[in-house]
């Protein structure tokens, strides 16, 4: 059955060829946009539902291309360590950081995180990501990362919330009684092998760090996934250049993330290995951090992301928000921040059904935001609130 969005106020479609449209009617047949028209007078006899936009802007639905959507309890007190002094690694040597969430994680049934994983999949769509990927890496041991594994893809069948990229993300730390060696042949000999033949990931992520998963070992951990037939993405130089952006190049891995460190003659041989760099700006946010040189990489006309880093250190889950901290904190114009997180996260983030998304053009997946304001500029000026109005997703209209 065909919806018919009319009324409109302008769509941004972040389709390079014309970008900016007004006066048009957008035509949805089941989940795909049929067309894009002037008119809708032939349709007004038909069986079709009619959807009354009242002059609202439209954009294309957000791609959250980084966020770790699964995990139980929370670190909140560990703010007040970083502004007494203790760095991220020394909050992980007292027991904070990452193991703290993992032993929550562990402890909670597995009915409590699809719970847990439905509540923020709801709250992602009101702020107007249609399109996530979700990674694991709380669990940190073969039986507990298939845990979450298996609880993503439960939560793919769910109806009415984003579509979900799901990655397997073993090499994020280790536990106690783990050396970072030991942890990384358990990974190859065991973990990795169980993981591809559960066929419950599409990328494997690896936090490539000083102190955490070295160069080595990471390439060994990303060499045998992209063998198993994952799609490969990588935490890099979050607290220094550590050299993960010289293996995310040299593998030609899809997606860089964080990046905040990398120079910039490393970050130029990711662009000619056709590396997408992925800007997290909510994690320096939270942390009370330098914000990384957008400026300086839009100068060398290197492609990036942002997406919302989700996790219990960057309690953000809004991409508008993420959007405010680049437009309103950081100099860079509405058009390109849309950008980093429909078109461009689309390229590293892609939909397992190879459909075109990002995007608002005839074909693509129906999936788009209706704002509150006649401006689309609107999407990232309300970091307080969901600049939202309704949603059209995989062709379903919902309105909040």
């Known amino acids: 059955m065909r919806t018919i969005f009319y009324?409109?106020?302008?769509?941004?479609?972040?389709?390079?060829?014309d970008s900016l449209l007004v006066e048009k009617s957008i035509i949805v047949n089941n989940n795909l946009i049929e067309n894009i028209v002037d008119s809708i007078d032939e349709f007004e006899s038909s069986d079709a539902k009619f959807v009354d936009v009242g002059g609202r802007a439209i954009v294309p639905g957000f791609i959250d291309a980084h966020n770790h959507l699964l995990w139980a309890g929370d670190?909140?007190?560990e703010h007040n360590l970083r502004m007494q002094g203790k760095t991220y690694a020394e909050i992980a040597n007292m027991g904070g950081g990452i193991m703290e969430t993992v032993r929550q994680t562990r402890k909670a049934s597995e009915k409590e995180l699809h719970r847990i994983g439905i509540n923020r999949l709801n709250e992602a769509l009101r702020n107007g990501t249609t399109f996530m990927e979700a990674k694991s890496g709380y669990g940190l041991s073969t039986e507990h990362e298939l845990r979450l594994l298996s609880i993503v893809d439960d939560l793919k069948k769910e109806q009415n919330l984003p579509s979900i990229h799901s990655t397997w993300m073993g090499a994020h730390a280790v536990t106690p009684g783990h050396t970072y060696d030991s942890y990384t042949e358990e990974i190859l000999s065991d973990q990795l092998p169980k993981v591809l033949d559960s066929?419950?990931?599409?990328?494997?992520d690896v936090f490539c760090e000083p102190g955490w998963f070295s160069v080595e070992q990471s390439e060994d951990i990303l060499r045998s996934s992209r063998q198993g037939g994952l799609d490969l993405r990588m935490h890099v130089d979050e607290f220094k250049d550590g050299g993960g952006g010289e293996l995310a190049a040299d593998l030609g891995?899809?997606?860089?993330?964080?990046a905040h460190h990398t120079s910039m003659d490393t970050r130029l041989k990711m662009k000619d290995a056709g590396v997408m760099t992925g800007f997290l700006p909510g994690t320096p946010y939270c942390n009370g951090d330098?914000?990384?040189?957008?400026?300086?990489v839009q100068g060398e006309g290197i492609?990036?992301?942002m997406a919302t880093d989700f996790n219990p250190n960057c309690y953000i889950n809004s991409i508008p928000f993420v959007g405010s901290l680049a437009v309103q904190r950081?100099?860079?114009n509405p058009f390109d921040a849309l950008a980093s997180v429909t078109r461009e996260a689309a390229k590293s983030t892609p939909r397992s059904d190879e459909l075109e998304h990002g995007i608002i053009k005839k074909g693509s997946i129906a999936n788009f935001n209706i704002l509150?304001?006649?401006?689309?500029?609107s999407w990232c000026m309300t970091p307080s609130s969901s600049p939202i109005h309704s949603i059209c997703l995989e062709g379903n209209y919902i309105e909040f």
Do not use: C, Y
């Open 253 to 258: 891995v899809r997606t860089a993330d964080h």
């Open 290 to 296: 330098e914000w990384p040189n957008f400026a300086a």
């Open 330 to 332: 950081n100099g860079m």
């Open 303 to 305: 492609p990036f992301t």
């Open 372 to 377: 509150k304001s006649k401006h689309w500029e």
């Open 75 to 77: 670190r909140f007190n």
């Open 199 to 204: 066929n419950l990931a599409e990328s494997a």
């Open 7 to 17: 009324n409109i106020g302008s769509i941004q479609t972040m389709d390079e060829n």
